[in-house]
T-cell receptor
Framework: KAGVTQTPRYLIKTRGQQVTLSCSPI?????VSWYQQTPGQGLQFLFE???????NKGNFPGRFSGRQFSNSRSEMNVSTLELGDSALYLC????????????FGPGTRLTVT | AQSVTQPDIHITVSEGASLELRCNYS??????LFWYVQSPGQGLQLLLK??????LVQGIKGFEAEFKRSQSSFNLRKPSVHWSDAAEYFC??????????????FGTGTQLKVEL
């Protein structure tokens, strides 16, 4: 069974631009969560989608948004990029219920210049 | 609010030596606890999890962890470390409330270096 895939793996953007990251979960997984990892703040939860609905949200500004499609694939969008948005963005998928173990993708490394 | 503390930022052990990585949690009920490992440039790989039952849980790659409610700890152990175990290790706790989805709260991580 294929693992979680994320595209692109690396991205360089300029301050003020917007970016869209994509995540394809493991087949059969209906929950997709997004995390931001930085050296200063560590791993922080962004949001979770389940059955195309946002089920949970972390403490990030409204510039960070996401969505999930009917095939469970998910995208996250960051608008008006800031230098501080440079991070590794990790996607994780899990089965339907809460407290299921999550399987992480390799991440998208976003650099904002 | 739930939280996870990993007191050791860096740990260095010799290959073949035993390993224990510490994790303490703050949680209002029975916690759902996880250990993940991250190699450079990679995502997180689940090593093991604790939901309930036996307090000593076995994971992949020869790792185990023991849940101790009285100490609010979930320490990760390995009897004999291999050079390939060098990586960053994260302890995490799952959501407290029913319907809390799959949000994980992570510790700050412990960077493991293995000396040959």
């Amino acid at each position: 069974k294929a693992g979680v895939t994320q595209t692109p793996r690396y991205l360089i953007k300029t301050r003020g631009q917007q970016v869209t990251l994509s995540c394809s979960p493991i087949s059969g997984h209906r929950s997709v969560s997004w995390y931001q990892q930085t050296p200063g703040q560590g791993l922080q939860f962004l949001f979770e989608y389940f059955s195309e609905t946002q089920r949970n949200k972390g403490n990030f500004p409204g510039r960070f948004s996401g969505r999930q499609f009917s095939n469970s694939r998910s995208e996250m969008n960051v608008s008006t990029l800031e230098l501080g948005d440079s991070a590794l963005y990790l996607c994780a998928s899990s089965l339907a219920g809460a407290w299921n173990e999550q399987y992480f993708g390799p991440g998208t490394r976003l650099t904002v210049t | 609010a739930q939280s996870v503390t990993q007191p050791d930022i860096h740990i260095t052990v010799s290959e073949g030596a035993s390993l224990e990585l510490r994790c303490n949690y703050s949680y209002g009920a029975t916690p759902y606890l996880f250990w993940y490992v991250q190699s450079p440039g990679q995502g997180l790989q689940l090593l093991l999890k604790y939901f309930s039952g036996d307090t000593l849980v076995q994971g992949i790659k020869g790792f185990e962890a023991e849940f101790k409610r009285s100490q609010s700890s979930f320490n990760l152990r390995k009897p004999s470390v291999h050079w390939s175990d060098a990586a960053e290790y994260f302890c995490a706790v799952g959501p407290q409330l029913t319907g809390g989805g799959n949000k994980l709260t992570f510790g700050t991580g412990t960077q493991l270096k293995v000396e040959l």
